[in-house]
Structure formats: structure tokens, C-alpha cells
């Protein structure tokens, strides 16, 4: 008989241990694309927001400002996104036509993913999850 573990009685602990097998698998699903998971968020946060600036994706997205500036740069190097209208010391971030194609590979990839962890759980049950979720992390 396996030790059995206390912690999974704790909120936190099960939090963590589904964050780690999911990223772990979405990690996985994206190194071909030599894309990391934070690159790929602030793309798709872009790809949401055209014309939006480093500060709002860190605030969307729980960035510290210090580390959008080389996420931001990394990104412009390889193409994905060009900057646009200054605004004050501000710079509208925008999709390059290599960006958008990127992002239709990953959201496939992602909603591949997303499935196969929702697969055995009722939509009504995705949907509290959700919810419940949400209700944490917005303390």
C-alpha cells in the first residue's frame, strides 16, 4: 500500500499538482514551435487586443514590467509581432502576418490539450470548475 500523502487535502497542493501535469503537457505540445508558454499567451493577448501596450498585457496577464520588455523584444526578433502607434513612451503591439499564422497552429495545439484534460468531465462540471477557479485566484 502506497504512504498515503496529507497535502491533498490542501487546495493549494492540488492547484499546484494540476498546474504542473498541464503545463508539463502544453510545454510538450509547443516545443517544435520553439515557443515557450508565456511568449505564447502574450500572442495570444495580443492577437485579442491588436494595438496593445507591454503594461496592459502584464497587467492582463500578471507580468511584472521588468520581464515584458525582453519577452516583448524576443518576440519582435523573431517576427511574430511589430510594434505601432506611440503613444507617450507606450507602443501599440500588433500580430505580423507570421504571428497569425503561429496562432492558429497553437490554439489548435491548446484546444487539443484542453480536451484531452476535460475529456471525462460533463460540460456542467467544466463550466463550475471554471468558476470556482476564477473565485481563487480573485481573492
Not at 500578471?62 to 515584458?68: L, S, T, Y
Not at 484546444?111 to 470556482?132: N, V, Y
Request: glycine share 6%.
Amino acid at each position: 500500500m502506497p504512504p498515503s500523502n496529507p497535502l491533498e487535502q490542501l487546495l493549494g497542493y492540488q492547484l499546484r499538482r494540476a498546474s504542473q501535469a498541464m503545463m508539463a503537457d502544453l510545454s510538450a505540445a509547443l516545443t517544435d514551435l520553439e515557443l515557450k508558454i508565456t511568449e505564447m499567451s502574450v500572442l495570444m493577448v495580443i492577437e485579442e487586443n491588436p494595438d496593445i501596450t507591454q503594461s496592459e498585457i502584464g497587467r492582463v496577464l500578471g507580468i511584472q514590467r521588468a520581464n515584458m520588455v525582453p519577452l516583448t523584444t524576443q518576440l519582435e526578433r523573431r517576427g511574430l509581432i511589430r510594434k505601432g502607434v506611440t503613444t507617450g513612451r507606450a507602443q501599440a503591439l500588433r500580430l505580423t502576418p507570421a504571428g497569425r499564422v503561429l496562432m492558429r497552429e497553437c490554439r489548435k495545439r491548446v484546444t487539443k490539450h484542453e480536451a484531452r484534460f476535460l475529456a471525462g468531465m460533463p460540460k456542467s462540471h467544466r463550466d463550475a470548475l471554471m468558476l470556482q477557479l476564477r473565485m481563487v485566484w480573485n481573492q
